[in-house]
């Protein structure tokens, strides 16, 4: 199976700081990627596919970006609502998640 | 309303057996792949199994082959797991999934998760 290893595992930014998630595939995945956020007893939501697509209805201050197997998610403009773990996700093969990443505000 | 509304679910002994269940609402159902993927407390996010959405492909995660089965019912728009010889590292919340696009494994709508718990 193919690894995912995000970094770092937990960060703590100030609102309005640009925030940067990376995420590290085992090996080359072209931009089979995609991002979730998720809060505290709440299920995962999808916020970017593909690598950088943003998915409908997520803020545009989120963006990602990467091919092969080097991948960020990056919130320009961190908001108190954006406090949640992410997870990295490779859709190339039998899926698997990064660890996540937990963002506090 | 697009969603997915779980059910199922407890406590369970080790050995023991659950089937969950998920229906769906607000899409054409057969036209998607949909995953079961699950959450140790405290822990991150585990594929587990995925049924095709055009014929009858299923995969699961080595952790449960041959212990879990999904099946699908697109008459009902019902997605289910049967959980067999279940073990303590099985507990977990359980999510059903469904694909963004077809068959692919980009998970775009979640249920609500609901926990397996397998304890004496």
């Known amino acids: 199976d193919i690894q995912m290893t995000q970094s770092p595992s937990s960060l703590s930014a100030s609102v309005g700081d640009r925030v940067t998630i990376t995420c590290r595939a085992s090996q080359g995945i072209s931009q089979y990627v995609n991002w979730y956020q998720q809060k505290p007893g709440k299920a995962p939501k999808l916020l970017i596919y593909?690598?950088?697509s943003l998915q409908t209805g997520v803020p545009s201050r989120f963006s990602g970006s990467g091919s092969g197997t080097d991948f960020t998610l990056t919130i320009s403009s961190l908001q108190p609502e954006d406090s949640a773990t992410y997870y990295c996700?490779?859709?190339?093969?039998?899926?698997?998640f990064g660890g996540g990443t937990k963002v506090e505000i | 309303e697009v969603q997915l509304l779980q059910s199922g679910g407890g406590l369970v002994q080790p050995g023991g057996s659950l089937r969950l269940s998920c229906a769906a609402s607000?899409?054409?159902?057969?036209?998607?792949?949909m995953s079961w993927v699950r959450q140790a407390p405290g822990k991150g996010l585990e594929w587990v199994s995925t049924f095709s959405g055009s014929g009858s492909s299923t995969y699961y995660a080595d952790s449960v082959k041959g212990r879990f089965t999904v099946s699908r019912d697109n008459s009902k728009n019902t997605l289910c797991l049967q959980m067999n010889s279940l073990r303590a590292e099985d507990t977990a919340v359980y999510y059903c999934?469904?694909?963004?696009?077809?068959?692919?494994?980009?998970?775009?709508?979640w249920g609500q998760g609901t926990m397996v718990t397998v304890s004496s």
């Open positions: 996700q490779q859709s190339y093969s039998t899926p698997t």
């Open positions: 593909a690598a950088f």
């Open positions: 999934v469904k694909s963004l696009v077809g068959e692919t494994t980009t998970f775009d709508l």
């Open positions: 607000g899409f054409t159902f057969s036209s998607y792949a």
